[in-house]
């Protein structure tokens, strides 16, 4: 997942990087504190962004129109085994006697239930269900723990923007033909970037670090018309990957500015960035 993660925004910057090949609001941000963007561009920028990543989920969702529609469960949950599928989806227990006991049960065999006892609970499949359709559109945390949620995501876009913009604004300063190298190159080098980052720092949140990455797609989840597909969570936790990475995008810039300042001319030259892609 998390190379995919990285290509997806790689190979775009290295195709596109004639035409500003800009993907993300908080990379946007970013320019616009570090004086590369002016507002209204900053605006129409993130607006296309948020565009892009919407239509991207819809194309998506028109290719897999098939598997959304199946219901009530995929083949590999509907075909479980019962002894262990149903009571963990159903929200129940078994209550069993000693392992020396069960050993006498063979798998998923008859005998196994004199040991057995169903303690029903609150059904879960559902919630997974309508879980898993947002999971393809929009990231979700392992654990809603809101400031937690909002720091993990601002430290990654913040350690995103800064690396990447850093690393090319040290590219700038290679001489010829080694800068020109460079310049095609950076896309794999802001691919390999966010593998790293999304590998370190994914767990918690599934870091967006992308306002319109998950916005869009959010958006697009919440008008399109697919089978139990439960709420798209904007107030409940859509906005942590949307606030989060605009305030880690100003934060890094801000970062930047000062860096650059603190550095010699030779070392990071001023207004000299080509990072685009995030």
């Not at 990087?17 to 507002?39: D, H, K, R």
């Not at 529609?69 to 009571?87: K, L, V």
């Not at 050993?103 to 005998?111: E, I, T």
Request: contains cysteine; hydrophobic residues 45%.
């Amino acid at each position: 997942m998390a190379l995919g993660f990285g290509l997806a925004f790689g190979l775009p910057t290295m195709a596109f990087g004639g035409l500003s090949a800009y993907l993300n609001p908080a990379a946007c941000l970013f320019q616009c504190v570090a004086g590369n963007l002016s507002g209204v561009e900053f605006l129409a920028l993130s607006f296309s962004e948020v565009a892009g990543a919407f239509l991207g989920a819809v194309l998506v969702w028109l290719c897999y129109l098939p598997h959304f529609n199946i219901m009530p469960d995929p083949p590999s949950i509907a075909d479980a085994d019962p002894y262990y599928g149903d009571p963990l989806l159903g929200g129940g227990a078994y209550h069993t006697l000693t392992p020396t006991h069960l050993a006498v049960g063979g798998y998923n065999s008859d005998p196994l239930d004199r040991y057995l006892r169903r303690n029903p609970g609150q059904a879960l499949k559902g919630t997974m269900r309508k879980n898993i359709k947002l999971g393809i559109f929009a990231t979700q945390p392992a654990i809603y723990a809101l400031p937690w949620n909002f720091t993990c995501e601002f430290m990654a876009t913040v350690t995103l923007l800064l690396v990447a913009n850093l690393v090319a604004a040290r590219g700038n300063t290679l001489p010829e033909p080694a800068r020109g190298l460079f310049g095609a190159l950076y896309g794999f080098m802001l691919g390999f970037i966010i593998f790293l980052i999304v590998l370190v720092l994914g767990g918690p949140t599934g870091v967006a670090t992308n306002p319109a990455r998950d916005l869009g797609p959010r958006i697009a989840h919440w008008i399109l018309p697919i089978p139990g597909k439960g709420p798209s969570q904007f107030l409940t936790y859509g906005w942590i990957p949307v606030i989060a990475p605009l305030c880690g995008g100003a934060a890094a810039g801000g970062l930047f500015v000062v860096i650059q300042r603190l550095t010699t001319a030779s070392d990071v030259p001023a207004g000299s960035m080509v990072c685009e892609g995030r």
